[in-house]
């Protein structure tokens, strides 16, 4: 399977955009998605994320309310959607697949190294 992100571009402050994620090859079978992004000079940090057999969502604190991760069980396509855009989400933005769940508690996985199929990453850049 190989993961095809688009949807990036330039917005101004306060301005919206919507990435997708599409799983394209043989049969999808992943236990959850994420959305992961990098500025310059920093690490990659985790966004968004969702699994696929259920509801379940998390979101980084500095997102949360502004961008939501949804998803097309027909297509396989994960989008986040963006809104109310800040400069401090410049970045490129990166989309994920996790065959497992994590080994901690947790529902959602988090950190870079339990996902095992990326996609290119997409730029967004917003001005001020």
């Known amino acids: 399977v190989q993961l095809q992100a688009s949807g990036g571009g330039s917005v101004q402050f306060g301005g919206s955009l919507r990435l997708s994620c599409a799983a394209v090859?043989?049969?999808?079978?992943?236990?959850?998605s994420g959305w992961f992004r990098q500025a310059p000079g920093k690490e990659r940090e985790f966004v968004a994320g969702l699994t696929w057999g259920g509801p379940a969502t998390y979101y980084t604190a500095s997102v949360k309310g502004r961008f939501t991760i949804s998803r097309d069980d027909n297509k396989k396509i994960v989008y986040l959607q963006m809104n109310n855009l800040k400069p401090e989400d410049t970045a490129v933005y990166y989309c994920a697949a996790a065959r497992r769940a994590p080994e901690s508690l947790a529902t959602i996985p988090t950190f870079p190294y339990e996902y095992h199929t990326w996609g290119q990453g997409t730029l967004v850049t917003v001005s001020s």
């Open positions: 090859g043989r049969e999808f079978r992943y236990y959850g």
